[in-house]
């Protein structure tokens, strides 16, 4: 059995070979709070666009704040990008997941759900002449990062966008990200968004 791949080593590499060009990513964003520190770690070496597609939280006002919290972010660390929102639409999660709504927390229903997002991103990200895509969602600890890249890599197959290799919570990321949080007083959910793996009292 082969040792696992080191992305985030993956990644420093691709970055020290860039010799000055920033090449353009669309980067999928999840919240504000995971997206902090991908923003601080990326933003000097790549053309950051950012994109909002989650159909999977819950409700609408869920949705809007933490797409205003994003904005909010953005704003606050000076950091000029652009941020792609597709009109929230439940019903594009709803399908897909049906019949694994009780499937465990990280199991069969987050991976439906990686793939739902990945694909619309890798999809804009083509369509629109970007790079490089890929998403914050490796920066927490509940999420599978090997699926994320796995999905993310095979949906760039054949593509003229390349996926991003990254492990964000690597290197202090997710520690940092909790920082910048706290810093800049996020708004800081405690659950994905979808009604399913909501933390209960």
Excluded: W
Excluded at 1 to 11: A, I
Excluded at 89 to 98: G, H
Excluded at 105 to 117: F, H, N
């Amino acid at each position: 059995m082969g040792s696992k791949r080191n992305y985030q080593r993956e990644l420093d590499a691709l970055i020290s070979e860039l010799n000055g060009k920033k090449p353009k990513l669309l980067l999928h964003a999840c919240c504000a709070p995971c997206s902090s520190y991908c923003l601080e770690y990326l933003k000097d070496h790549f053309e950051i666009t950012l994109f909002f597609y989650n159909p999977n939280i819950t409700d609408k006002e869920e949705f809007d704040k933490r797409y205003e919290e994003l904005k909010r972010l953005t704003q606050e660390m000076s950091i000029d990008v652009e941020i792609v929102c597709p009109t929230y639409c439940k019903e594009e999660f709803s399908s897909k997941i049906k019949g694994y709504e009780n499937c465990p927390e990280g199991g069969d229903r987050c991976s439906i759900c990686y793939a739902l997002r990945l694909a619309k991103a890798c999809e804009y990200a083509e369509k629109n002449g970007y790079d490089y895509f890929c998403s914050t969602l490796s920066i927490s600890p509940y999420k599978n990062y090997e699926k994320l890249n796995t999905i993310g890599e095979a949906l760039a197959k054949d593509k003229r966008v390349k996926h991003l290799p990254n492990d964000f919570k690597k290197k202090g990321g997710y520690a940092r990200s909790v920082e910048l949080s706290k810093q800049y007083d996020l708004y800081r959910q405690n659950y994905c968004g979808c009604e399913f793996s909501k933390i209960t009292e």
